[in-house]
C-alpha cells in the first residue's frame, strides 16, 4: 500500500527504551494498532514472509541488524492471529545465497532460536524467481528470493540506520534484501547515484507489495551506516502500511530532510507520496526526534544559505559529497577475505599480496566495499576538492 491509495496514512510511533522481551511486545501490539490493527493486515490461517534486515551476521549490540527481540515479537503477534510465518532476508551483496551462509547469518545475529518458536520458520531455501513488473517506472524485471514469492503476505521489520550511500536505511530500502546477494551488484553499477537507485528501490517495493511495516529504532546506527557506524539511542518502534510514510517519520526523527533521501525524493516525484497526509499516532515526532544524531561523511549538510549557495548546491553536492570520497585500506585490520572484490559492481578493486587496492578512476562511489567490510578495514577518505568545498554549504 502507498499514499495513493488512501487520503490519510497511519504511522504508529511508540516509545520503547529497552530491548527487554515484555516491553517490546507490547510496544509492537501499540503500534500495529495504531496503524490500523493486524486485522487489518491479516487474515488468520495466511502464511506470512517476515522480512528482517540481515544485512550480515552480527551481534545485536552493534545495531546492524534487526534485534531479534523486534523480529520474535512481530512474529507472536502474527502467529498469535492464526498465520505462520517464515523469516527470510538475503544479506549483503558480498555474500553469496547460500544456506551455510544463511545458518551463519542466523546465529551471529541472535536469530536461530526464533526458528523454535511455534509456527515459525527460518527459511533455509535459496532459490529465486525471475519477476516481470511491466508496471515498473525505472525496473520492469527483478530476480527474487523464493520465499517472498510464496508468501501470502510480506510484513517488513526493518532497521533504522544511517547509509553512505543513500543517506538513510529504513523501510524502502530493507526490500534490497529479496534480490539474491550476487545479483545485487549490477543495480549499483546501473543506477550510480542515490536517486537512480531511490526509483528502482521504489519499484522493488511496488512489485513485492509489502502490507506492513514494523521499524526497530530502538538502537540505531549513527555516523557512516549501514555497517562501520556507531549504535544511538532512539527509543522507538514505528508501524505503518506505507513504506515511504515509515521513512518520513524515520528521517524526521534523526534529523534528516525527507527529501534529501532518494528513494523518498523519487516517491514524491511519481505522486507516492505527500507528507501532509501523513498522520503519527501515539507519541509525537517531537517528543522522541534526535537532531544530533551523526549522519554519515558522505551527506553534505545543506543549512541556511544565501540565493547563490542554494544556486550551486546541487553541483557543489555532486562533486565534494558524491565524487570525492573514496575507499580508503586500513591495510592493519584486513583479513584478506576478498569480499571488497567480489562485490565491487564495476570491478574497481584488484588485489596485490591478497590486499585490495582501488581503482579511483573506475570506482563509481557506491560504497559497498566499506558497506561489507565487516573487519571495518575500509575507510572513506576526503580529497582536496572535498575539504575546500564542504564549509561553503554547510
Given at each position: 500500500m502507498t499514499l495513493e491509495d488512501v487520503e490519510k496514512i497511519p504511522v504508529g510511533l511508540v516509545r520503547c527504551d529497552e530491548y527487554d522481551e515484555d516491553l517490546i511486545e507490547q510496544a509492537v501490539r501499540d503500534a500495529i494498532n495504531l496503524a490500523g490493527g493486524i486485522n487489518r493486515f491479516l487474515k488468520p490461517g495466511m502464511h506470512v514472509l517476515v522480512k528482517p534486515n540481515l544485512l550480515m551476521g552480527a551481534d545485536p549490540s552493534k545495531a546492524v541488524c534487526t534485534h531479534p527481540a523486534v523480529l520474535k515479537a512481530v512474529c507472536t503477534v502474527i502467529t498469535g492471529h492464526g498465520c505462520t510465518v517464515t523469516i527470510a532476508d538475503s544479506p549483503g551483496a558480498g555474500i553469496p545465497y547460500k544456506p551455510r551462509n544463511l545458518i551463519k547469518a542466523y546465529d551471529l545475529a541472535g536469530y536461530t532460536e526464533l526458528g523454535t518458536c511455534p509456527d515459525v520458520t527460518l527459511n533455509k531455501d535459496t532459490s529465486s524467481r525471475t519477476v516481470s513488473f511491466p508496471d515498473g517506472f525505472f525496473v520492469r524485471q527483478f530476480e527474487i528470493i523464493s520465499p517472498i514469492l510464496d508468501a501470502d503476505a510480506v510484513v517488513v521489520v526493518s532497521k533504522l540506520k544511517t547509509h553512505i550511500y543513500t543517506g538513510l536505511t529504513g523501510a524502502t530500502k530493507n526490500m534490497f534484501g529479496a534480490i539474491p546477494g550476487l545479483d545485487k551488484p549490477p543495480y549499483?553499477?546501473?543506477m550510480q547515484d542515490d536517486l537512480l537507485f531511490g526509483k528502482m528501490l521504489i519499484d522493488l517495493n511496488r512489485c513485492v507489495k509489502p502490507i506492513l511495516q514494523v521499524m526497530d529504532a530502538i538502537e540505531i546506527m549513527e555516523g557512516d551506516g549501514p555497517m562501520a557506524g556507531t549504535p544511538a539511542h532512539?527509543?522507538?518502534?514505528?508501524?505503518?502500511?506505507?513504506y515511504i510514510a515509515t521513512d518520513i517519520v524515520a528521517a524526521r526523527l534523526i534529523g534528516f530532510e525527507p527529501l534529501s533521501i532518494g528513494s523518498i525524493k523519487a516517491a514524491k516525484e511519481k505522486g507516492l507520496t505527500d507528507e501532509s497526509r501523513i498522520d503519527v499516532k501515539g507519541a509525537t515526532i517531537q517528543e522522541l526526534t534526535r537532531p544530533d544524531i551523526i549522519k554519515p561523511q558522505t551527506q553534505i549538510p545543506g543549512?541556511?544559505?544565501t540565493w547563490i549557495r542554494?544556486?550551486?548546491?546541487?553541483?557543489?553536492?555532486?562533486?565534494?559529497?558524491?565524487?570525492t570520497l573514496h575507499p580508503h585500506l586500513i591495510r592493519h585490520k584486513c583479513t584478506r577475505c576478498h569480499k571488497c572484490e567480489r562485490i565491487c559492481p564495476v570491478s574497481a578493486v584488484n588485489l596485490q599480496d591478497g590486499y585490495p587496492i582501488f581503482d579511483k578512476n573506475t570506482c563509481i562511489r557506491c560504497y559497498c566495499c566499506h558497506e561489507m567490510c565487516d573487519s571495518h578495514a575500509i575507510s572513506l577518505q576526503p580529497g582536496l576538492l572535498y575539504r575546500i568545498l564542504r564549509p561553503f554549504i554547510r
Open positions: 549499483h553499477a546501473r532512539l527509543g522507538a518502534i514505528l508501524a505503518s502500511p506505507d543549512g541556511n544559505s542554494s544556486l550551486f548546491r546541487p553541483v557543489v553536492y555532486r562533486l565534494a559529497g558524491s565524487y
